[in-house]
């Protein structure tokens, strides 16, 4: 099948596909649509982002729903507000000549009793987010109870914010008889077990193979020092001037900042993430579909109502902790058949990460340096010289030439080209022209990423005495440093929890501040103390020339230590954190130390700890705020 006539679609849907400038059938569209038009049968379908599932569902609902009748026929689950009101808009664009259609959207941040009303005005379908949904049924503002259709849309997404249980109380209201379409980008444990649960003999379509990404895609990824991450962003914008980008973060915390970063540093950002009102929200979507905003940052769950179909890169400023999200976020490019690049930011820890996404997705990541201060000068300029080319002539000018001719009378040609595009050339060379490498050399064969725990280590391992008795394990042991010592996720890594003790690692250039915020620091009511350790880590010695008696007595010497340190740790636990305290780091005054953390306190909330470069000098380029 090559056209939407060939699928079986009615006349009233035609015209709209016809207005809408749809031309051919996407896969999913081409496999789905006829297989739901012809039987009320459960289906499985799974297809990247961008490849058309809305119209593969909407368009079938569409046409078997009965327009006549006021009652609720057709549910659609949604795990975002975006995504909802995006479903929405499109079917009722598809049913625009399907009169007395009427499509409501059902999420939260909005009235509640305005989203009843419209249902009861009578709604066929309702597209709804799970727990807003579950809220109107639980008030008994809705009826599902004679639906025909129910649509699980981005089901691994929804199972992976926690909507399992909405979902399930929310289908147990509607009827067991109903046809159940279940569309997904990938397909975990999850999404095959709500699959079993929920439908009768499945038919499964698949577009590519599972959990694949797009081949219009490319994927990239550049080795940073955690420390750098910001600094490389913005000269991986700087090297694309034509970027149109989404950048992803982990927490809506990064979001904020690092949008909030961009935009001070001049460059064309926003923010998307679910501490926004849905005003908020609609006015960052909005300026981001006209252009007005290049670079969005976003976390992944804001991202899920994301459709633009001219995304040029996706930038990963972290990596997700959900790997198979990393497929969600690449489908954000290279959508409606155009190409895209998916980029990676990763520190050492993170680069085996890589390798299982390259697993799931069966493609090849290439490594590429971050561009020099050099290649980006080069860029910029060369960008400039084609926009100035290419630059329709307004005429309007002509009366201003004989003053601009007799201004630079004395100037020949060559002189002129280079006054004129020294304007932008010298905000970049000057920003660049000191700027440090920030691309990382990878290590073969190194455990933890890459990372070297011998003699000559950029690390540095700690000794801390609290442990697994004090309720951490080593996840929320990292957090509670990262938390404590405002730092990035990246930043502590190689975290070995013990019963009472335990140990982790930092960059070394962070040492000094580990050891002084640990001055004299308590946790519910005990000194917590934070002491360089000599095990590197991972069972490693010092060195290869160390024979086998040398070895067996330098692990015995470290074991020998750390458990001193334990009976220390558990001596202050037994006498209320008050122990001796004469091997810290030299003895100061109490008065001394408190108002020396009193100052970091003041100078960390001024917020000013970036590093050199990354500034917010006057000397910095500034980027246009509207695509040219």
Not at 135 to 152: A, G, H, N, P, T
Not at 309 to 326: G, M, R
């Amino acid at each position: 099948m090559s056209t939407f006539q060939e699928l079986g679609l009615n006349e009233d849907l035609l015209n709209a596909i016809t207005d809408l400038g749809f031309v051919k059938p996407s896969e999913v569209q081409e496999k789905a649509i006829p297989l739901l038009l012809e039987e009320d049968k459960d289906l499985v379908a799974l297809a990247q982002t961008g490849t058309g599932k809305t119209a593969a569902f909407g368009f079938p609902m569409l046409q078997k729903i009965d327009i006549d009748s006021r009652t609720t026929q057709g549910l659609i689950l949604s795990p975002t507000r975006e995504l909802c009101l995006q479903i929405t808009n499109e079917l009722k664009n598809y049913g625009k000549y399907c009169k007395g259609l009427n499509v409501v959207a059902i999420y939260g941040g909005s009235s509640i009793s305005d989203q009843a009303r419209a249902v009861k005005r009578g709604a066929q379908i309702i597209v709804a987010t799970p727990g807003r949904m579950k809220d109107m049924i639980s008030r008994r503002m809705v009826d599902i109870s004679k639906i025909q259709y129910s649509v699980l849309d981005e089901a691994d997404e929804m199972l992976n914010m926690g909507f399992y249980e909405d979902i399930t109380d929310i289908l147990s209201h509607t009827p067991e008889d109903k046809s159940t379409w279940l569309f997904s980008a990938t397909m975990p444990k999850e999404v095959s077990t709500i699959a079993k649960k929920f439908m009768y003999d499945p038919t499964e379509i698949t577009v590519g193979n599972k959990n694949e990404s797009t081949s219009n895609v490319s994927h990239e990824y550049y080795l940073v020092n955690a420390r750098d991450r910001y600094q490389a962003l913005k000269r991986l914008a700087d090297a694309n001037p034509d970027i149109f980008s989404v950048i992803f973060c982990r927490t809506k915390r990064d979001t904020q900042k690092v949008a909030e970063n961009l935009i001070e540093d001049g460059y064309s950002a926003g923010a998307l993430h679910g501490d926004l009102s849905q005003n908020q929200r609609d006015l960052v979507m909005k300026s981001f579909r006209n252009n007005q905003i290049q670079m969005l940052v976003a976390t992944d769950v804001a991202a899920r109502g994301i459709d633009v179909d001219d995304i040029t890169h996706v930038i990963n400023y972290q990596l997700p902790d959900e790997i198979e999200t990393y497929t969600h976020r690449s489908g954000r490019t290279g959508r409606a058949g155009k190409t895209g690049v998916s980029m990676v930011i990763v520190s050492k820890s993170e680069v085996r990460k890589i390798k299982s996404i390259e697993r799931i997705i069966k493609k090849q990541f290439e490594k590429k340096d971050i561009p020099s201060g050099t290649d980006i000068v080069e860029v910029q300029l060369m960008s400039l010289a084609n926009k100035i080319h290419t630059t329709e002539t307004n005429h309007e000018i002509d009366k201003h030439l004989d003053s601009i001719n007799e201004l630079f009378a004395d100037t020949d040609k060559d002189e002129l080209i280079k006054k004129f595009f020294s304007v932008e050339f010298n905000r970049f060379f000057n920003y660049y022209q000191k700027s440090k490498d920030l691309s990382v050399v990878e290590s073969r064969g190194d455990r933890d990423g890459g990372r070297d725990y011998g003699k000559q280590s950029n690390d540095t391992r700690y000794f801390i005495n609290v442990g697994s008795k004090d309720g951490f394990d080593w996840m929320k042991l990292k957090d509670f440093l990262k938390e404590q010592l405002e730092l990035g996720r990246d930043d502590v890594f190689k975290v070995d929890v013990k019963e009472s003790f335990s140990f982790f690692n930092t960059e070394k250039a962070l040492q000094e501040k580990v050891l002084a915020f640990f001055t004299d620091f308590k946790y519910e009511g005990r000194f917590v103390n934070v002491e360089v350790s000599e095990n590197r880590g991972g069972g490693r010695s010092g060195g290869r020339s160390r024979g086998r008696n040398d070895r067996r007595s330098g692990a015995s010497g470290n074991r020998r230590r750390d458990d001193k340190r334990e009976r220390r740790s558990n001596d202050r636990r037994s006498s209320g954190g008050s122990g001796n305290r004469s091997d810290r780091r030299g003895r100061r005054s109490d008065d001394s130390r408190t108002s020396d953390r009193s100052d970091r306190k003041f100078n960390d909330s001024r917020g000013d700890r970036r590093p050199e470069s990354s500034s917010t000098g006057s000397d910095r380029p500034r980027r246009s705020r509207r695509r040219d």
